[in-house]
C-alpha cells in the first residue's frame, strides 16, 4: 500500500496523459466515440507505463497526506462545479463543446437547416462569440481536448459529469505538482506549494468551470518531475525512454491551449540550459 501511495504523484498524471494523447486525437479527425477513445487509452497506457523512470518511490506520512488531502478538496470542490454552458467565450464554449461530444463524434455542429431558418429571420444568426463557421457547420473556437476529455465524463454522468469533470482533472494536477516538489525539496516542504495552490481562488475557479489551465498546469508539471526523475536514471536506455514520456507531457500541455507552444519552447530552452 505505501508503495502505491508513493507511486500516486506519478502514475496519476500517466493515466491522465493516456487519455490526452487518443482524445486530441479523436477531437481533430471526427473520431470521439467510446470504442475508440477507451480502448486506445488503455493501450496508451501501457506503452506509457513502459517509458516510465524506474524509480522505486516507498510512501510515506507526507505521501499520504497529499493524497488525503487532495481527494477531500475534490470531494469539497465537487459540491460547488459551475454551470456555466452559454453560447460564449470560454469556459463556456469549452462546457458547451464537452456537451455535444457526448454524443457525437466530430466538433463541428451541422447548421445547414439552422441557416436556412436564420435567413427568414431578422436579426437571427447562426455564429456568434465563441463559435464561428459558414452556412454549414459551426465549429467552436480554441483547443478541443478539453472538451473531449469532459464528454468522458459526460459519457458517465451526463450534463453533470461534463461540469464535474474539470475538478478531478484539477485533483491531478495537484498531485503532479506535489511529485514536483517532492523531487525538489522533499516531501514535507512540497506540501506548501499544493496547499497554496489548492487555496488560491483563481485556481478554485479555474477547476469548478472549464477553463484549461489547470490541465496545461498537470501536464507541465508532469513532464517537469519525468525530467527530474530521467537525471537520476543510471542507464542510458531507462534515461531516454523516460525523456520521450517527459516530452510527450510537454507536448500534450502543447494540445490543451491555443498557446500551449509557449510550455513547448519553455521546456526546448530549460533543456538546452
Avoid at 516538489?181 to 522533499?186: A, I
Amino acid at each position: 500500500m505505501s508503495r502505491l501511495v508513493g507511486a500516486a504523484p506519478d502514475v496519476l498524471p500517466l493515466v491522465l496523459l493516456a487519455f490526452v494523447l487518443p482524445v486530441g486525437l479523436a477531437v481533430t479527425f471526427g473520431w470521439h466515440t467510446p470504442w475508440f477513445v477507451l480502448p486506445a487509452a488503455a493501450g496508451l497506457a501501457l506503452v506509457l507505463w513502459r517509458l516510465r523512470p524506474k524509480e522505486a518511490i516507498t510512501g510515506s506520512l507526507a505521501d499520504g497526506a497529499a493524497l488525503v488531502a487532495i481527494l477531500l478538496w475534490v470531494a469539497v470542490q465537487l459540491a460547488y462545479t459551475g454551470e456555466y454552458v452559454t453560447v460564449d467565450r470560454d469556459p463556456a464554449v469549452y462546457a458547451l463543446t464537452g456537451v455535444w461530444l457526448i454524443d457525437n463524434p466530430q466538433v463541428a455542429v451541422p447548421t445547414a437547416e439552422a441557416a436556412q431558418v436564420a435567413a427568414g429571420v431578422d436579426g437571427a444568426r447562426t455564429a456568434g462569440l465563441g463559435f464561428g463557421g459558414t452556412r454549414a457547420r459551426l465549429s467552436p473556437e480554441f483547443a478541443h481536448t478539453l472538451p473531449g476529455l469532459a464528454a468522458l465524463g459526460g459519457w458517465l454522468g451526463g450534463v453533470g459529469g461534463v461540469l464535474a469533470s474539470n475538478v478531478v482533472i484539477a485533483g491531478v494536477t495537484l498531485l503532479a505538482v506535489y511529485g514536483v516538489g517532492r523531487r525538489c525539496v522533499g516531501a514535507w516542504w512540497a506540501l506548501l506549494p499544493v496547499a497554496g495552490l489548492a487555496v488560491a481562488m483563481p485556481y478554485v475557479a479555474f477547476a469548478r468551470n472549464l477553463y484549461a489551465e489547470p490541465l496545461a498546469l498537470g501536464l507541465a508539471a508532469a513532464g517537469v518531475s519525468t525530467l527530474m526523475a530521467v537525471t537520476r536514471q543510471a542507464d542510458t536506455a531507462g534515461a531516454w525512454r523516460g525523456s520521450l514520456l517527459a516530452g510527450l507531457f510537454v507536448g500534450a500541455a502543447g494540445l490543451v491551449r491555443i498557446d500551449g507552444g509557449l510550455l513547448v519552447i519553455g521546456a526546448i530552452v530549460a533543456v538546452a540550459c
